[in-house]
């Protein structure tokens, strides 16, 4: 557990980017990873007084607050209606509702991390991050920023017309997956998020030819093997390198049948 | 710094490090059905209700808590004691160490879902590890549970 000379709960995001400026200064959101390390933060910058933990719904899209909780976006009916139950089936591994609670969206996609099945679903969506100074960025851009010293106000998952589906791997239930893999169907479009390669998940788009063509078990194996193809991976203790790999075949195959599953229900919900 | 919470209904006024967390702060004040596991966020032992939302006590700071309310298995005897009760009868498990933070965790969940499915009870406690029972006891025991309440409410 990290120690803290001072906590202050701030009244504004400006007071709390004027102290986040400052290195030994950090911003505690759910603080479930922080919380694992050993440092000496001077101020720990609270946002949760900031009514930063709401998510708001237009016509257009869902803005999610970054003290929303995992929880939050996990049970949100308009949410998981709009990414086929995605964003529910990616947080309901993550240990535990009391954990779920406390983790919040900003923290998950702020800390970029390669095990995160949040950056994972949401990078598949249609989604952008709403920063205190730098404006709004596109997630997938974002994800391969380096970490400074903004703030992560939001995150906004545009309301494109999509199907979406989710699949994870792990080697026991609510541990950190060995792999995550989102799939959104667009229509012009097929984007597959691949994370805990173990590094960050990365978005890949499959080439209209191949996307466009009838989904059945040959297409959807041939469009994991060419997600493979264009993802590195890495060994750690979960897993090596050529298993990840393997999976990635398995599950974006699986991912892509299951998004053909999704939009026969839609269809014969009509 | 000065924080007030309002501990299992009542309003506590105290003055804490920075840096405290939760848990600390709670079995200060006497509530130690609260405990301490793995400190890693995982185990749900640490389990209390935040503004009546459970959460891990070993993850939050007490700070966190200024202006909310608190609520551990002391200040929850009533609403507790008849699964509680039940739960020891069935000899669902064994040395009951994980036992408060199992109970609060059922709480919260028949707060939310009053009749869950078997699927949906493994999913809602899968934060509360049992080093003993292999959870095949805990699991029978709310399923008898339920069972009991439905056919208590058909009478």
């Not at chain 1, 994800?143 to 979406?164: C, G, H, Q, W």
């Not at chain 1, 998020?193 to 998940?201: M, N, T």
């Not at chain 1, 209209?208 to 994991?224: F, P």
């Not at chain 2, 007490?62 to 000899?91: I, N, P, Y």
């Amino acid at each position: 557990m990290f120690s803290a000379a001072n906590y202050i709960k701030v009244k504004s995001l400006e007071e709390a980017w004027q102290l986040n400026q400052k290195r030994s200064n950090k911003i505690i959101g759910g603080m479930l990873w922080m919380k694992m390390g050993k440092g000496r933060i001077q101020t720990a910058i609270d946002l949760s007084g900031l009514e930063l933990d709401r998510i708001e719904e237009t016509d257009e899209y869902f803005k999610i607050g970054c003290m929303a909780t995992l929880r939050m976006i996990e049970t949100h009916p308009e949410l998981n209606r709009y990414t086929s139950g995605a964003v529910r089936e990616a947080v309901k591994n993550i240990v535990g509702v009391q954990f779920r609670n406390l983790a919040t969206v900003g923290g998950s996609i702020f800390g970029r991390y390669g095990f995160s099945d949040v950056l994972t679903v949401l990078m598949a969506a249609d989604s952008s991050v709403e920063l205190y100074k730098r404006g709004i960025i596109p997630l997938r851009e974002f994800a391969e920023m380096k970490y400074d010293n903004d703030i992560l106000v939001s995150v906004i998952v545009r309301k494109t017309p999509a199907r979406f589906s989710y699949m994870s791997v792990r080697n026991s239930k609510t541990d950190f997956p060995v792999l995550t893999c989102a799939a959104a169907r667009y229509e012009n479009e097929l984007i597959l998020s691949v994370g805990a390669r173990p590094s960050r998940a990365k978005a890949v788009s499959v080439p209209e030819e191949l996307a466009n063509k009838m989904m059945n078990e040959d297409t959807a194996a041939e469009i994991g093997r060419y997600a493979a193809s264009q993802l590195s991976f890495g060994s750690n203790l979960r897993a090596s390198g050529a298993y990840r790999r393997h999976l990635t075949e398995v599950l974006v195959k699986r991912a892509c049948m299951k998004l053909a599953e999704n939009g026969e229900e839609e269809k014969s919900c009509l | 710094m000065l924080i007030t919470v309002t501990l299992n209904g009542k309003k506590q006024q105290s003055d804490v490090e920075p840096d405290m967390l939760l848990i600390d702060f709670v079995r200060a004040h006497g509530c130690l059905s609260v405990k301490r596991g793995c400190e890693t966020s995982n185990c749900g032992l640490c389990t209390v209700f935040l503004d009546d939302k459970p959460v891990l006590s070993c993850s939050v700071l007490a700070a966190r808590a200024d202006g909310k309310s608190v609520t551990t298995l002391e200040g929850l005897q009533e609403e507790a004691s008849e699964f509680a009760e039940f739960v020891a009868d069935q000899g669902a498990e064994q040395c009951g160490f994980c036992n408060p933070g199992f109970v609060m965790n059922v709480i919260a969940m028949l707060r939310e879902n009053p009749d869950p499915s078997e699927e949906e009870i493994k999913e809602y406690l899968a934060g509360n590890l049992c080093r003993c029972s292999g959870y095949e006891g805990q699991l029978r025991g709310i399923l008898n549970f339920l069972d009991m309440r439905r056919r208590r409410d058909q009478i």
